[in-house]
């Protein structure tokens, strides 16, 4: 009997200690899991031999100096954009990097780090296409990609749209004649361009605001933000941010 109360404290005390399997990446000290939507270049995206794991991109890169700087392990999460949010307020993940824009609607839900990123919306168009403008595509068919802020700006605008899961899929559509144009961001849209000939950008600056990306985190985390926008902060300052964005859109268009 002395040996199985024993036993029955050990295992006890182990599932305080872990939550049964269940302890999330907060409660462990040495580890943040990150959420991210790989589809995402120069961003985020799979490759045979990412910065972390099969992930890389900017943001990955980012990620991993957050985990360097604050002495923890870096885990990452895939799953669709418009799930990162919610698995963020259920626990399922510590924070989210994935190109995500810091808007005052997603503000009411998470907190977020400081911007470390600036970007704006263009169109992607065949070379020969006669949109100039974003007023141009209020007769046209729009593609854009789900959750993202481009179908948010193409929602405002009023004009009806095909929302794709992933970029590449609403690229497609462009490339075979299926859409006449794609609202993206612009780094990204850059790097689908580059891939695909015969599309060019085009810029409306009067349309499209800038929009700053940034890390979100649960509501009044604190602790962890601080961490996070102390290393986002000093990246910023020593130009690393800078320099993993160059490297990575020259990357993008080198191949």
Known sequence: MKKVTLILAAVLAACTLTACGGGSAKESGNTITFGTNPEFPPFEYVTSNGVLGEFDGIDMAIAQKIGEDNG???KMESMEFDSLLV???NGQIDAVIAGMTATDERRETVDFS???YTATQ?????EDSDIATA???ADKKICVIQGYTGEVCVQDMGYTYEA???????IMELVNGKCDVVVLD?????KYVSDNEGLKIVEDASAFEAE???IAVQKDNTELLNKINASIEKMLADGTINELAVQYTEAASAE
């Open 87 to 89: 698995a963020l307020q």
């Open 72 to 74: 923890m392990e870096v």
């Open 164 to 170: 794709f899961k992933k970029g590449t899929e609403a």
């Open 114 to 116: 400081t911007p470390y």
């Open 122 to 126: 263009v169109m992607i168009v065949k």
């Open 212 to 214: 700053e990306y940034a």
């Open 186 to 190: 612009s780094a990204t849209a850059q």
């Open 135 to 137: 007023a141009d595509m």
